[in-house]
């Protein structure tokens, strides 16, 4: 039941991070007159369905974008999102596809919260920890929020002003 808990109020506040920093559901300016241009189309349009909370649609669009250019690290970390959030059984492919955002842009720090959630969501605190730390050189707010998720699930208990920001 205390698994289920800590699942519960990190997967609440991984979806309302999204809401509140929209960083990671962002759209990407369209380039001219290059093959990314399809590609960064439909992760947009993954975008706009991620951010209507249509995770399975846009997992197809993330996946789309993917198939032409495999190195768009956005559009990694929002298929992992959005894995995610459509269950424990995603969650494999989920931190494949966060590893993959990493290996491509060390420095995307969405990536690195949102993995910690996931460690969080496994019962994996030493590298949801790992991320933390990582995380708070690259964006001091969102470390915050992670500290506050992995802080939160070694007693079990929501704290006050967490509980649904983040899923």
């Known amino acids: 039941m205390k698994g289920l808990r800590v ?5 609440l506040l991984a979806l309302a ?3 509140a920093h929209g960083v990671e559901s962002d759209p990407l ?4 007159n290059s093959e990314r241009a399809s590609a960064v189309r439909l992760y947009n349009d993954g975008v706009a369905l991620l951010v209507a909370r ?20 956005e559009a990694h970390n929002n298929l992992a999102f959005s ?4 269950g424990r059984h995603n969650f494999e492919a989920s931190l494949a596809h966060y590893d993959r955002a990493i290996a491509l842009k060390p420095g995307l720090a969405q ?5 910690g959630v996931l460690f969080v969501q496994q019962g994996n605190l030493p590298r949801a920890r790992e991320d933390l730390d990582r995380l708070r050189k ?8 992670l500290e506050r998720v992995v802080d939160g699930s070694g007693s079990g208990s929501e704290r006050s002003g967490v509980a649904g920001q983040y899923e």
């Open 7 to 11: 699942w519960w109020i990190a997967s």
């Open 17 to 19: 991070g999204a809401a």
């Open 29 to 32: 300016p369209v380039p001219e």
């Open 54 to 73: 249509n995770f399975k649609e846009a997992q197809q669009k993330f996946e789309a974008a993917l198939a032409i250019d495999d190195k768009l690290a």
């Open 83 to 86: 894995l995610r959030m459509q």
């Open 111 to 115: 990536a690195y919260m949102y993995r």
């Open 138 to 145: 690259l964006d001091q707010k969102l470390a915050a929020e």
